[in-house]
Each structure stands twice: as structure tokens, then as C-alpha cells.
């Protein structure tokens, strides 16, 4: 993904036989986290805001840190999110099983 080479940007990253899917960002230089895409809202997916540095909600207006931390409901929790680690062109998604 050559559009991870930027601070700020976000690529989705959908792997359904590992049951992933989710927003790889790069967060500042370096830098990664990998965010749940569903709302645990409505189950919608949600859009990394790369102007606004988050995600927000289509479908009800619930908003999270790219962190996956809840800035603002209706959500009731925060979207799981997994550390990601840079390995020269790679970037590797550390989840548990």
C-alpha cells in the first residue's frame, strides 16, 4: 500500500480468511495502529477522516480517535485496535488468536 508512506494516511485492509479487517494508519513517522472498520454501534463501517485525524460513523455520527478511542456516541465503547509494526516495507498487524 505506497499510500502508507505518509503520516496521516490510512489504507483498508481486508482479510477475510484471517478474519481481519481493518484501518492500517500511519499515525506519524513510523508509526502504525490497525483499527477495527465495524462500529460496535450499528456494525456499519466506519471512514478514516485523514483531515481530521479519525474515524467517523456513517451511519449514526459516532467518531474515534485513530486510536480506535470513542470520541463521541452514540457507540458505547471504543474500536479494537492492534499495535502494527514497520519491518522495512512491510508492515505486520500483531493480533491475538
Known sequence: HPALRVPGSGE???????????????????CFVATW???????????????SRELRCPC???????????????????LVSFPATQVGDSVFIKRQV
Not at 12 to 30: M, Y
Not at 60 to 72: I, K, M, P, T, V
Open 12 to 30: 483498508a485492509v481486508r482479510i477475510p480468511e484471517s478474519l481481519l479487517d481493518v484501518i492500517l494508519l500511519h499515525t506519524v513517522e513510523g
Open 37 to 51: 472498520r465495524i462500529c460496535p454501534h450499528g456494525a456499519c463501517t466506519v471512514d478514516h477522516l485523514p483531515e
Open 60 to 78: 449514526h455520527g459516532s467518531r474515534f480517535a485513530e486510536d480506535g478511542r470513542l470520541l463521541q456516541g452514540p457507540a458505547a465503547r471504543a
